[in-house]
């Protein structure tokens, strides 16, 4: 039965301090994760606190695209061109209350 036993490598490392090297490597991270704990948690906290909230119009943001995703393109077209009349007729008035100072004044200037 000698023909089937396994010879020892002299030249291989022992299975047995391996695992005892990946054993005290595993200790080693888990003292470090302990011992940093306290100073991670703080340095969370802090940035946590100095971290800047969302801004305010992000409501508006929301309501905006929902919108936008409830309409159809006809519904978005027609807003369009309702839009566009609305800032045509702003444009006379606004031509309309330049002409009539411009008379004004020049009829309070003749007299």
Do not use: C
Request: aromatic share 10%.
């Amino acid at each position: 039965m000698g023909i089937f036993r396994k010879k020892k490598s002299a030249d291989g490392p022992d299975p047995l301090s391996k695992r005892e090297e990946q054993l005290l490597t595993r200790i080693a991270e888990l003292e470090n994760f302990i011992e940093e704990g306290p100073d991670r948690i703080r340095r969370e906290i802090e940035e946590e606190i100095t971290t800047m909230p969302p801004p305010d119009d992000l409501v508006d943001r929301r309501r905006e695209y929902e919108f936008y995703t409830k309409l159809t393109r006809g519904e978005i077209r027609n807003e369009r061109r309702y839009q566009a009349k609305s800032t045509i007729l702003f444009f006379l008035l606004a031509s309309a209350i330049v002409a009539l100072s411009s008379w004004i004044y020049t009829f309070l200037n003749g007299i």
